[in-house]
């Protein structure tokens, strides 16, 4: 069956440090790849875009990175702050224009 | 920045009545969206609408559900007979067309089947 795991357990981190969130696929085969964020009680808001034929994409403090052979994605905030701290879902699109997401990871940012 | 609004922000019914959620998406945007995302769960897709017809639609997009553009900026999801598994948050998107990729979110309505 198809599936998009992301990792269920929070990740807390220290202020300043680098934050890395993982995004496996099983049975697809993605045009691309997208992360978007998200806040309690709010909708997804868009942070980037990686196609199946790039392997990195940077934004400034993000860098998104999609291994198709592992069939993973991973999310990166370097320098993080505690306004980083929310839950940050990946995102597939395979045929269609629908989006079918994980279950997101829940980042906190500590001082 | 354009962007995607929705009304009402939250809404209470009773089972077995009927609601429309509204939404506005960003104007020049042709491809439109309504997923929803119970609490603790991950966004899902319900339908895509290109247009002025369904393009897209999931298997939770049954019958008791119908989409619209009733005129050149409104897009609403009717939901006919409400079911206490309805409740969700209710977000709406849209996207300029098929080769941009991303959607664009509103902020979302919370409803609740009592």
């Known amino acids: 069956s198809q599936k998009i795991e992301q990792n269920s357990e929070a990740l807390n981190i220290q202020e300043g440090k680098t934050a890395t969130l993982t995004c496996n696929y099983t049975n697809y085969s993605p045009a691309y790849l997208q992360w978007y964020r998200q806040d309690p009680g709010r909708g997804p808001v868009f942070l980037l875009l990686i196609r199946e034929n790039e392997k990195e994409k940077r934004k400034e403090r993000l860098k998104v990175t999609f291994d198709t052979t592992l069939k993973q994605s991973l999310f990166h905030i370097t320098a993080s702050q505690p306004a980083d701290s929310a839950t940050y879902l990946c995102a597939l699109v395979a045929g269609g224009n629908k989006l079918t997401f994980g279950t997101g990871t829940q980042l906190k940012v500590e001082l | 920045e354009p962007e995607v609004t929705q009304t009402p922000s939250h809404q209470v019914t009773q089972m077995g009545q009927e609601v429309i959620l509204r939404c506005v998406p960003i104007s020049n945007h042709l491809y439109f969206y309504w997923y929803r995302q119970i609490l603790g769960q991950k966004v899902e897709f319900l339908v895509s609408?290109?247009?002025?017809?369904?393009?897209?639609k999931s298997e939770i997009f049954d019958d008791q559900f119908s989409v619209e553009r009733p005129d050149g900026s409104n897009f609403t999801l009717k939901i006919r007979s409400t079911k206490l598994e309805d409740s969700a948050m209710y977000f709406c998107?849209?996207?300029?067309?098929?080769?941009?990729?991303?959607?664009?979110f509103g902020p979302g309505t919370r409803l609740l089947v009592l």
């Open positions: 609408f290109y247009n002025n017809e369904i393009s897209e």
């Open positions: 998107a849209s996207s300029e067309n098929r080769d941009q990729e991303t959607q664009y």
